[in-house]
């Protein structure tokens, strides 16, 4: 199966709907040519929820529930598992699901669940080993940033992985944002940092709102302030300007900035921040162990 081959895909779990919408409007004419697209959810509420969204895609889409996920997979060429990893388990143990991913490219967004675990999951208990029957798979790690097509997702793939398969995983993720290629030994930290890092911010943003409301400001005014300086001021780290460098550039002599920056030191929140992602990424690595 090449980049340009005609390809059916599956999407295992409504956690993969913005992908979904993602690929059936892709953000250019190039790529992958998807033929039928089928995605799995665990309700009949559900269902009907991502029907309505996906609805005007028409014949190209079918939605069914998580009892029908071995005939959604055996149709199709590519498989997003797009499940929490707490039910993978379930997942996996419905009968026939696992055979009738060999064979497919399997790109898996499971928070925690590494390359090494996914293969296992797949040849568990029929006697195979991964020489004998290879596994094409990809982890990813899109962020919720995925709805509005502004996701980085680092993805790994493992050794054996066709340049072929790299390519379709790269231009499926970049349908909701930039793919980033990483390799698998820094995805656990790589992976919490997109997918952890957007809610620390949020949670600073709303101490940096409080302060304003505090002080009279109305929240959605303060907010507008907030969340408009913060993208530019981000913005500006790839351009060049390294973080540190630019916080000593805001931070004049005897102006606020600083005073707020040295108040930040003394309640220890980089610490705190930097703390925060490495316990993260420590649950992150013991999922696979789990």
Same mark, same amino acid.
């Given at each position: 199966?090449? *980049?340009?081959?005609?390809?059916?895909?599956?999407?295992?779990?409504? !956690?993969?709907?913005?992908?979904?919408?993602?690929?059936?409007? @892709?953000?250019?004419?190039? =790529?992958?040519?998807?033929?039928?697209?089928?995605?799995?959810?665990?309700?009949?509420?559900?269902?009907?929820?991502?029907?309505?969204?996906?609805?005007?895609?028409?014949? /190209?889409?079918?939605?069914?529930?998580?009892? $029908?996920?071995?005939?959604?997979?055996?149709?199709?060429?590519?498989?997003?598992?797009?499940?929490? @990893?707490?039910?993978?388990?379930?997942?996996?143990?419905?009968?026939?699901?696992?055979?009738?991913?060999?064979?497919?490219?399997?790109?898996?967004?499971?928070?925690?669940?590494?390359?090494?675990?996914?293969?296992?999951?797949? !040849?568990?208990?029929?006697?195979?080993?991964?020489?004998?029957?290879? *596994?094409?798979?990809?982890?990813?790690? @899109?962020?919720?940033?995925?709805?509005?097509?502004?996701? /980085?997702?680092?993805?790994?793939?493992? @050794?054996?992985?066709?340049?072929?398969?790299?390519?379709?995983?790269?231009?499926?993720?970049?349908?909701?944002?930039?793919?980033?290629?990483?390799? $698998?030994?820094?995805?656990?930290?790589?992976?919490?940092?997109?997918?952890?890092? =957007?809610?620390?911010? !949020?949670?600073?943003?709303?101490?940096?709102?409080?302060?304003?409301?505090?002080? =009279?400001?109305?929240?959605? $005014?303060?907010?507008?302030?907030?969340?408009?300086?913060?993208?530019?001021? *981000?913005?500006?780290?790839?351009?060049?300007?390294?973080?540190?460098?630019?916080? $000593?550039? *805001?931070?004049?002599?005897?102006?606020?900035?600083?005073?707020?920056?040295?108040?930040?030191?003394?309640?220890?929140?980089?610490?705190?921040?930097?703390?925060?992602?490495?316990?993260?990424?420590?649950?992150?690595?013991?999922?696979?162990?789990?």
């Amino acid at each position: 199966m090449g *980049i340009d081959a005609p390809t059916r895909i599956a999407i295992i779990g409504t !956690l993969g709907t913005a992908i979904a919408a993602g690929i059936l409007q @892709p953000t250019n004419n190039t =790529g992958l040519s998807v033929e039928h697209l089928t995605v799995t959810v665990g309700t009949e509420p559900s269902k009907g929820r991502v029907e309505n969204a996906l609805s005007h895609h028409g014949a /190209l889409v079918t939605v069914l529930t998580k009892d $029908e996920n071995v005939r959604a997979v055996k149709k199709a060429d590519v498989v997003v598992l797009a499940i929490k @990893p707490m039910k993978r388990g379930d997942v996996f143990a419905a009968l026939g699901f696992k055979e009738a991913l060999r064979g497919k490219l399997v790109l898996s967004i499971m928070t925690g669940v590494s390359i090494s675990e996914l293969h296992h999951l797949i !040849l568990e208990g029929d006697g195979v080993s991964q020489q004998e029957t290879p *596994i094409q798979a990809i982890r990813a790690m @899109p962020n919720m940033a995925a709805k509005i097509r502004e996701a /980085l997702t680092p993805y790994t793939s493992s @050794p054996q992985t066709t340049k072929e398969n790299i390519e379709i995983a790269s231009w499926v993720f970049s349908q909701v944002g930039v793919a980033y290629q990483i390799p $698998e030994t820094s995805f656990d930290i790589c992976g919490v940092l997109v997918g952890c890092a =957007g809610s620390l911010l !949020l949670l600073a943003i709303d101490g940096l709102l409080d302060a304003a409301v505090a002080e =009279g400001v109305k929240r959605q $005014e303060a907010e507008d302030l907030v969340v408009h300086s913060a993208i530019g001021m *981000i913005k500006l780290v790839p351009s060049g300007d390294h973080s540190s460098v630019l916080r $000593e550039k *805001i931070a004049s002599p005897g102006g606020c900035s600083i005073r707020a920056l040295l108040e930040l030191e003394r309640l220890e929140v980089r610490s705190a921040f930097t703390t925060a992602i490495l316990a993260v990424a420590a649950k992150s690595k013991s999922i696979s162990s789990s």
